[in-house]
């Protein structure tokens, strides 16, 4: 069974760092790609980065690039999200997901609530 | 990299159809056929429902159908059951990029 188990979210202030990780089992996490998205308090589903099975090349929507860096343990199954420069308009739920084949988000975790606030 | 317009909500009653709109532009719905839709219930993480603009995962009722033409796609609903109430987005390639739809909430009357 695919799981995806996110942790590290909590309060932050304003200006702060988190570092979001993703562990994973069920699968062969080294041979598909990973991807974050989040979620603002009643708002929609954001892309927020994607990486490569091997972790050598990552996406970023612009809006993103600079703050927040993507990166991947293949030794131990984990995907992590490193957020500096926090602001309150990044208070959301972050949501690790398996990239599929198929382009697709196939499974998703649980999500971890990061809070931006003074 | 803007986001994919959906109608921010839609209804119907128990047993009827509904189709959700989801448009794009040449760049993302209209260039790939890898056109998603995610249903997301209160509090819970999404669900895929529908990938490559009209495979069904296992497990998903073949209630839901997907289409494409030109840059919108489409999730339909037949035979809507209370359980269906949910908000559903949609999602598609960008070039390298990633982006979704706004949601929209589909009522169940």
């Known amino acids: 069974e695919v799981q995806l188990l996110e942790s590290g979210g909590g309060l932050v202030q304003p200006g702060g760092s988190l570092r979001l990780s993703c562990a994973a089992s069920?699968?062969?996490?080294?041979?598909?790609?990973m991807t974050w998205v989040r979620q603002a308090p009643g708002k929609g589903l954001e892309w927020v980065s994607s990486?490569?099975?091997?972790?050598?090349?990552?996406f970023y929507p612009d809006s993103m690039k600079g703050r927040f860096t993507i990166s991947r343990d293949n030794s131990k199954n984990t995907l992590y999200l490193q957020m500096n420069s926090l602001r309150a308009e990044d208070t959301a739920v972050y949501y690790c997901?398996?990239?599929?084949?198929?382009?697709?988000?196939?499974?998703w975790g649980q999500g971890t609530l990061v809070t931006v606030s003074s | 990299q803007s986001a994919l317009t959906q109608p921010p909500s839609a209804s119907g009653s128990p047993g009827q159809s509904v189709t959700i709109s989801c448009t794009g532009s040449?760049?993302?719905?209209?260039?790939?056929?890898?056109v998603s839709w995610y249903q997301q219930h209160p509090g819970k993480a999404p669900k895929l429902m529908i990938y490559e603009v009209n495979k069904r995962p296992s497990g998903v009722p073949d209630r839901f159908s997907g289409s494409k033409s030109g840059n919108t796609a489409s999730l339909s609903v037949s035979g809507l059951q209370a359980e269906d109430e949910a908000d559903y987005y949609c999602?598609?390639?960008?070039?390298?990029?990633?982006?979704f739809g706004g949601g929209t909430k589909l009522t169940v009357l």
């Open positions: 997901a398996k990239l599929s084949a198929s382009q697709c988000y196939d499974y």
């Open positions: 990486i490569s099975q091997s972790g050598g090349t990552t």
């Open positions: 999602s598609s390639n960008a070039g390298s990029n990633r982006v």
């Open positions: 040449s760049t993302d719905v209209g260039n790939y056929n890898y």
């Open positions: 069920g699968f062969t996490f080294s041979s598909y790609a």
